[in-house]
């Protein structure tokens, strides 16, 4: 059992009893996620606390696919390091990234990825990312979009102190993608903003 392993455990269980006592957090749709990997979580992005509430809502172990520049930062650097997470380089085709996550996805781990590539407060006004598309087309693995809501009313941008306020977490019905999909850029953008409808 490794140190990422411990660490992870033991900010699920903070974060869980946190979000569950102070902000009521509420899950619906647990029976659409897989018993077992590997898939990958979609979910929106628009507060610090989404990867947390990621956490604390899913039974599997999730590695995250994070921007690199956060890996960097004193604190929070440590955190993403010690669990595990992908640090993702901000240029077109980040070749180490994608490798790893898809060694991940054939040991049968879950990814977790934010396709709005940062906090997104705008909601359907955003570009996507393409990893996800691409990562799902390439390993065949279904992609489960989850809805937070309530994240970004605790923690708005500009405040320090969290506000009191429920936080929802909807984990919709998995998505399979075809293997004839396009791997053009434009093609899979568009692909997952679909999958971002489902949340939205």
Known sequence: ?????LLYIIIKLLSLIILKLVFRLKITGSENMPKTGPFII?????SLLDGFV????VKHKITFMSAAYLFKMPYIGIFFRGIGA????NKKNDINSIKQAIKILQAGGVLGIFPEGGINHQKNDFSPKAGAAYL?????????PVAIKGADKV?????????????KVNIRKPIFCSKKINLNKEILKN????????IY
């Open 191 to 198: 692909t997952v903003k679909s999958y971002m409808k489902e």
């Open 86 to 89: 992908i640090p993702v380089q």
């Open 155 to 167: 923690l708005p941008a500009g405040i320090k102190f969290p506000r009191l306020n429920e936080i």
């Open 136 to 144: 799902a087309i390439k390993t065949g693995v279904p992609i489960i």
């Open 1 to 5: 059992m490794g140190c990422d392993f």
């Open 54 to 57: 990621l956490v604390s809502s």
């Open 42 to 46: 979609v979910a929106n992005h628009s």
